[in-house]
């Protein structure tokens, strides 16, 4: 039988990942489903003999477009439609992880042998099962339903524009660090108990309805463990911009609350190797509050770069990540206590290796207070060009030989360079008809980055893709570069507030920037990539999103590099 220790550590190992999980979530927009007879034309003839025909060769050429270009159409709408599911089994997944930790919590674990001996005490091993599993399939009804109440609630659109709203991200951090606090132990959130008492008196009636009301009660009075981490699954559901997204976070958090359930039913011999109750269930609540609260600055500091606050640079974002995890660390060992945390008479090993693992992460962090790139975190940090004091950057200009050549410099000063910092000293262009301009003065193909500050993916491109000596050859020498923020709140000069065909007016950067995404390229995700020839403004190669494979990307770029060439 595995020891409690060994379990303890298993289980604060799963809450770590749920962090990391959780803000890896990006979707991508669907392409629409039409027919492009751009190329095609069409003459009229006039005067034609009657039993004049339209050439063999002709006629096959036309179908051979029609046909290609239906057939092009298709494999993107596939492809569109795979990265979507792909995200939602990324978003079940981290829900799962998150029912998973909720097991584990001081409102749930120590319910499992009571709710399992009441079914099976007095009744058959297949009755047992039945009814638990009953029990179960509630549980994952009540909650699924109220992953559909925020879609309904806000809507396909809002959903799609939260993660990139300043506002609610504000609220998001506000809200995570509520939720922090209370798994620190500062207080506990709770429903009334009016709720709790009529639901509990109603579970009494026995039958279908009276299973129903118990799960109904199990959500209710757990719900001061279960509702920072349904919390926090919501809201990063709700700005993947997927619009299932809610629900089906929500049934990956019930579908890991049910299992158990049914399973100790079936088996409830199993029941006496689970760990009995005590102070380890609110170690398992603290971990996750320190987490939350890490997690919490990411939101804030999607605000700060969606309004040029300028205050919550990398440094300042890392330095409270390693004092948070230090602290983590230290509670591990024991070195800190909080007011419900019993004595702790002695480090098991799996939390020793676990403290040991939380303090190294915060000590590898510490060079990335002097510029380290810190890649395998890099999309949860502010970007790079934040940096105040950066000693990595300037070697991509040819301090260790990664990069070949100097940039080339552009003419005159970019348009929107004082609120944007170039990434990587790339000579980058913020604005669209500027970077065509400067890239048919220069005869040089367009690179388009839609872009946005809440953009996790776009971080992480920049920081692990961009800097490969290829790829930034490339994008310095070889392309104009243009990036376009769809996020940012900065007002529009009145000569450039734009008005659409429907009559909407844009009157911020980020506005007018995703209204061209959406109306000229049929997407809506970042990053997402565009090679364009300047003189026609015509797709080179088929745009892209975020790909972390180095070869992938030199692929796409020396493609379009090469048709503009032809």
Not at 2 to 27: E, N, P, Y
Not at 331 to 337: C, D, M, V, W
Not at 413 to 439: S, T, W
Not at 500 to 520: E, F, Y
Request: aromatic share 12%.
């Amino acid at each position: 039988m595995i020891s409690s220790g060994v379990k303890t550590g298993m289980k604060m190992l799963v809450l770590g990942i749920l962090l990391f999980v959780c803000a890896g979530q990006h979707v991508y927009g669907q392409t629409t489903d039409t027919v492009s007879t751009e190329g095609i034309e069409f003459t009229e003839i006039t005067d034609a003999p009657a039993d004049t025909v339209v050439p063999p060769k002709v006629e096959a050429k036309v179908e051979s477009v029609v046909k290609d270009s239906l057939t092009n159409n298709k494999k993107e709408i596939a492809i569109d439609q795979q990265e979507v599911t792909q995200s939602l089994w990324g978003i079940f997944i981290t829900g799962f992880v998150g029912g998973l930790a909720a097991l584990l919590m001081p409102c749930i674990f120590p319910m499992l042998p009571l709710t399992v001996s009441f079914f099976t005490k007095g009744s058959e091993k297949g009755k047992a099962f039945s009814r638990a599993a009953l029990y179960g399939f509630f549980i994952i009804l009540i909650y699924v339903v109220l992953g559909l109440l925020v879609t309904v609630l806000f809507g396909a659109d809002a959903l799609n524009s939260l993660s990139t709203n300043g506002v609610f991200n504000f609220l998001f951090f506000l809200l995570l660090v509520v939720f922090a606090t209370s798994f620190l132990g500062a207080f506990e959130i709770t429903l009334p108990s009016s709720w709790v008492n009529k639901m509990d008196a109603n579970s009494d009636k026995g039958g279908i309805a009276g299973l129903f009301f118990m799960a109904g009660t199990l959500a209710l009075v757990s719900f001061s463990c279960t509702g920072p981490i349904i919390g926090t699954l919501l809201v990063q559901a709700a700005t993947s911009g997927a619009l299932l997204g809610p629900a089906i976070g929500m049934f990956g958090f019930s579908f890991a609350l049910a299992i158990p359930f049914a399973l100790f039913a079936l088996f409830p011999s199993a029941l006496n190797a689970l760990p009995k109750s005590g102070g380890w269930l609110n170690s398992v609540k603290v971990v996750l509050g320190f987490l939350e609260l890490a997690f919490a600055l990411k939101f804030l500091s999607n605000v700060d770069l969606a309004y040029h606050w300028e205050w919550f640079d990398r440094e300042i974002f890392l330095v409270l990540w390693i004092i948070i995890f230090a602290l983590m660390g230290l509670y591990l060992l024991g070195k800190l206590r909080f007011a419900h945390d019993s004595d702790l008479k002695f480090i098991s090993v799996p939390r020793l290796m676990l403290a040991i693992i939380v303090l190294s992460f915060s000590v590898y962090m510490v060079p990335g207070l002097w510029g380290a790139p810190l890649k395998s975190v890099s999309a949860f940090l502010p970007p790079q060009e934040t940096q105040d004091f950066d000693l990595y950057t300037p070697t991509l200009l040819g301090g260790n030989g990664n990069a070949a050549m100097p940039l080339q410099q552009s003419s005159g000063p970019h348009k929107y360079a004082d609120i944007f910092h170039a990434p990587l000293k790339l000579d980058v262009f913020f604005d669209y008809a500027e970077g065509m301009a400067y890239a048919r003065k220069v005869n040089k193909p367009v690179m388009i980055d839609f872009t946005g500050h809440a953009c996790v993916n776009c971080r992480k491109m920049e920081a692990n893709v961009w800097p490969d000596k290829g790829v930034y050859k490339l994008l310095s020498q070889d392309y104009v570069l243009i990036q376009l923020y769809v996020d940012d709140k900065t007002e529009l000069a009145p000569a450039d507030i734009v008005t659409t065909p429907k009559g909407k007016v844009l009157r911020t950067i980020g506005k007018k920037w995703s209204d061209l995404q959406a109306s000229k390229f049929q997407a809506n995700s970042q990053p997402f990539y565009v090679i364009l020839d300047p003189k026609t403004e015509t797709m080179l190669v088929k745009p892209q999103g975020a790909d972390y494979e180095v070869s992938n990307y030199l692929t796409f770029l020396n493609s379009g590099l090469a048709a503009y060439n032809k």
